[in-house]
């Protein structure tokens, strides 16, 4: 069974910077793509980032320019935000989506205030 688990969240400035990672364990069969989404009160989760199995990289538009998603050998995948704003507070959420379904993490709380 895939589990994934999420570090890096907590309480930033407007301007600060974090960097998220997303552990995976368990056998993942035919990844299709991982990455991250987020979840705002109130309103509905959206796709911030992710990288597909062929290796290009997608962003939200509010993030481009900000966010960096990367992923290392083991396929630990990072998100790097910068410049971040009170708007980027939310829950963010890093999913697998695989030939064997999707997977989803636990969450991370993000929060942008002064």
């Known amino acids: 069974q895939v589990q994934l688990v999420e570090s890096g969240g907590g309480l930033v400035q407007p301007g600060g910077s974090l960097r998220l990672s997303c552990a995976a364990s368990?056998?993942?069969?035919?990844?299709?793509?991982m990455g991250w989404y987020r979840q705002a009160p109130g309103k509905q989760r959206e796709l911030v980032a992710n990288?597909?199995?062929?290796?290009?990289r997608n962003y939200a538009e509010s993030v481009k320019g900000r966010f960096t998603i990367s992923r290392d050998a083991k396929l630990t995948v990072y998100l790097q935000m910068n410049s971040l704003k009170p708007e980027d507070t939310a829950v963010y959420y890093c999913?697998?989506?695989?030939?064997?379904?999707?997977?989803w993490g636990q969450g991370t709380q993000v929060t942008v205030s002064s």
């Open positions: 368990g056998n993942i069969f035919r990844l299709y793509s």
């Open positions: 990288i597909t199995s062929a290796g290009s």
């Open positions: 999913y697998r989506q695989t030939a064997g379904g999707d997977y």
